[in-house]
């Protein structure tokens, strides 16, 4: 094997392990992304849904007490709350389907199955209340209770996905910890085998020089030529052996003078 196939295979070691390196280190800095924008994308969308939903139970809430408790509002004020109440209504129902449609936790499906139960219940009540069927005694006893219960349930949906945020951020931490602990194992290992290959890689080479720069001077010394030149570069010391021979053999080569 020639010295050039050798240093090209020593340097294609070199880039192997910067390679597997930097290999190593996206991958795991893909898979760090990946677990959380799935924290992002499933959960903080939950949370979004939820409140959303609380802010149009309080609007449609806001909008039945006006109506019950000033009868007597007409025009303006009046188009407000029946506007303001298709407007949660309208709000509640879009985030309602969203979030049935996001169900990623355990026991999330039933919390949402229960929301959709209260928020039947609590529908029909709305709507007694603004045909002015209902008085107060149907807000206090029915209609106030339906709305804490409701709320109840799509707090329990934020808190089981607010829960779920904790959890997965810190299983997050974790894996992050994993992943500078295994990053730097495997940074060592290449810095390890790098200076491995530093150490061996100069001293073959230079053994192999040195090996044949001796051989050399023994050779000249058997031939009774002087030679006595004090120098570390073996490759200088080789070439003014080669010098030495040809004088001493009476050639002269083109390659030598241009040397």
């Not at 340097?11 to 290999?23: D, E, M, P, S």
């Not at 939950?46 to 000033?70: C, Q």
């Not at 992943?179 to 290992?189: D, Y």
Request: charged share 20%; glycine share 6%.
């Amino acid at each position: 094997m020639t010295i050039k196939t050798k240093l090209s295979l020593g340097l294609g070691f070199l880039f192997l392990i910067i390679f597997a390196l930097a290999a190593f280190c996206s991958n795991h800095v893909g898979k760090l992304a990946k677990e959380t924008d799935n924290i992002l994308k499933d959960n903080y969308n939950s949370l979004v849904y939820s409140r959303n939903m609380i802010s149009a139970l309080e609007d449609m809430k806001n909008s039945i007490s006006s109506t019950l408790f000033n009868p007597g509002d007409v025009g303006i004020k009046s188009d407000y709350y029946k506007n303001l109440f298709e407007s949660g209504r309208a709000v509640f129902e879009e985030n309602l389907k969203s979030e049935s449609n996001n169900i990623t936790e355990i026991h999330e499906k039933e919390t949402v199955e229960r929301l959709n139960h209260d928020y039947e219940m609590y529908l029909k009540l709305c709507l007694q209340m603004k045909d002015g069927s209902g008085g107060s005694s149907v807000y206090f006893n029915d209609f106030l209770p339906a709305g804490e219960k409701l709320w109840q349930s799509v707090n329990a949906i934020y808190d089981i996905n607010m829960q779920a945020v904790v959890r997965k951020s810190e299983l997050v931490k974790q894996d992050s910890a994993g992943f500078f602990t295994s990053m730097a194992v495997a940074a060592t290992l290449c810095v390890l085998l790098a200076l491995g290959y530093f150490w061996y890689f100069p001293l073959y080479i230079s053994t192999s020089f040195g090996y044949l720069a001796e051989r050399i001077r023994n050779l000249l010394k058997n031939m009774g030529v002087a030679f006595d030149i004090n120098t570390r570069d073996e490759a200088f010391v080789i070439l003014q052996a080669i010098n030495l021979l040809e004088n001493k053999l009476g050639v002269k080569t083109e390659d030598t003078d241009s040397r």
